[in-house]
């Protein structure tokens, strides 16, 4: 027997000019009680730094880029490590209060099905790599950076999103 459940209406999402206030008072605050502002990709610095201290503590502790994180022996305990901890949380916690949370693969032809997971691992790491190479990512480099008007910040954002728009245009689906 086939039980008929209905799915129950996600909660709408924020207003974006409220949503906009709201995280400028939040990287605000943050400047203010933290004395710098958001990012994320230290944190996976620093858990590669973690994971090369099991793996290849010899190797990990001569390169200049992670070793210094691991002279101590505890690379995680860092604000960078408990913001992206509090973030994932957070996440989480309004994706399933607002019933937003579920697992689907996006796309239709081109990009969804079985390669679904792979554009986006690919996609994922090319960013990563690129938020690396710029010395910070969307929310380090660009909110942050931009907050206190950093040349470099301006210069990430326009870059990232004339990318992204370039990017969009190559990968569109045809309907």
Known sequence: MVENTKLSKPAPYMNPPLAGVLLGMVLLATFVVTGHGLGATGFTTRLTA?????????????NDYLGGMVEEGKPLNAWITWQVVGVSIGALLSAFLAKRIHIQ??????????????????????????????????????????????????????TFFAVGLIASRFLKEEK
Do not use: E, H, Q
């Open 105 to 158: 693969l996006d796309g239709k032809r081109f990009l969804g099905g079985s390669k679904r997971p792979m554009t986006a691992l690919v996609g994922g790491i090319l960013a990563g790599f690129g938020a690396r190479v710029a010395a910070g990512c969307t929310s380090g480099l660009g909110l942050s950076g931009a907050a206190v008007l950093s040349l470099a910040g301006f210069t990430f954002l326009g």
């Open 50 to 62: 973690w994971i090369g201290m099991y793996v290849a503590p010899v190797v990990t502790n001569a």
